[in-house]
């Protein structure tokens, strides 16, 4: 997994509550990125960021907010969760000699109910 | 606006027989392709990719797939396939976009290996 750590693995959470899922690398890389899989939609973008310090939208950013204070650590918090945020989420980092390739990390199972 | 499609969102077969995983994609731009493989309850885990010269590229567990400008394909291939692939199998294409390279998914074909 290019040494990309997500934490939770699992949780269940109800309707209303808040969560933050944590994404932490130990190899100094600038990009990252968090996606949700659903099925047959393969992955979808929901937030990345450039640096520490910075984020920006993806394709699906509505219902989530993420911070990114420490370079190692990429935060995506769920405020207020919705059944319909019930998803796998992904943490990737980009390498490569033009920053092409993505490494994932292991996924966190999100359940709403 | 680059987009991926995956043909088959199943694809069948029995252990040790050929397949083909089929992708097409859209871009008015150089692209680079990837094919990344999800084994159940696991990450996504990098299969292969092209970004330039040889159009047939090599990757893991005896996998290669062929990049086709013409045709606008990355369909992948192997040999003989073995109950351990079976997997779940994503297509997908680079976009620059704003200062980074966006990545674009297909829907993923699903890959059923049976003795």
């Known amino acids: 997994n290019a040494g990309v750590t997500q934490t939770p693995k699992f949780r269940v959470l109800k309707t209303g509550q808040s969560m933050t899922l944590l994404c932490a690398q130990d190899m100094n890389h600038e990009y990252m990125y968090w996606y949700r899989q659903d099925p047959g939609m393969g992955l979808r973008l929901i937030h990345y960021s450039v640096g520490e310090g910075t984020t920006a939208k993806g394709e699906v950013p509505d219902g989530y907010n993420v911070s990114r204070l420490k370079k190692q650590n990429f935060l995506l918090g769920l405020e207020s969760a919705a059944p319909s945020q019930t998803s796998v989420y992904f943490c990737a980092i980009q390498m490569g000699l033009a920053l092409e390739t993505q490494y994932f990390g292991p996924g966190t199972r999100l359940l709403v109910l | 606006a680059q987009s991926v499609t995956q043909l088959d969102s199943q694809v069948p077969v029995f252990e040790e027989a050929p397949v083909e995983l089929r992708c097409n994609y859209s871009?008015?731009?150089?692209?680079?392709l990837f094919w990344y493989v999800q084994y159940p309850n696991q990450g996504l885990q990098l299969l292969l990719k092209?970004?330039?010269?040889?159009?047939l590229v090599k990757g893991i567990n005896g996998f290669e797939a062929e990049f086709n400008k013409s045709q606008t394909s990355f369909h992948l291939r192997k040999p003989s396939v073995h109950i351990s692939d079976t997997a779940e199998y994503f297509c997908a294409v680079t976009a620059f976009s704003g200062g980074y390279n966006k990545l674009i998914f297909g829907a993923g074909t699903r890959l059923a290996v049976h003795p």
């Open positions: 092209y970004l330039s010269g040889s159009t």
């Open positions: 871009s008015s731009v150089s692209v680079y």
